[in-house]
Nanobody, 121 residues
Framework: QVQLVESGGGLVQAGDSLRLSCAAS?????MGWFRQVPGKERVFVAG????????LYADSVKGRFTISRDNAKNTVYLQMNSLKPEDTAVYYC?????????????????WGQGTQVTVSS
């Protein structure tokens, strides 16, 4: 059984940093981070292949966010720097069993419960 558990969200000020973690059980997967604000669709933020050799970022977070993974711990991280109020959202990690990183929600089979990130101005 696959389980994804996110942690690390919170309330910060603009310009601060946060690191989200996603602990996965049940296998090693290609992973993605998505975010969602009320009334809007869930959107891709960043993804990393199962080996860590390939990463992909949304344009809105390039240069500020870094995705990484520690397969020994079955954990994926999202380091978020220079946070902006528009980064406020519930952040979800997701997993897929194939090698490629994709940006669509339909491309991921497993999802965590989400963690709230709030950035005040």
């Amino acid at each position: 059984q696959v389980q994804l558990v996110e942690s690390g969200g919170g309330l910060v000020q603009a310009g601060d940093s946060l690191r989200l973690s996603c602990a996965a059980s049940g296998g090693t997967f290609t992973m993605g981070w998505f975010r969602q604000v009320p009334g809007k669709e869930r959107v891709f933020v960043a993804g990393i292949s199962w080996s860590g050799g390939s990463t992909l970022y949304a344009d809105s977070v390039k240069g500020r966010f870094t995705i990484s993974r520690d397969n020994a711990k079955n954990t994926v991280y999202l380091q978020m720097n220079s946070l902006k109020p528009e980064d406020t959202a519930v952040y979800y990690c997701a997993a897929r069993a194939t090698l490629l990183v994709v940006t669509t929600t339909s491309g991921y089979k497993y999802w965590g419960q989400g963690t709230q990130v709030t950035v005040s101005s």
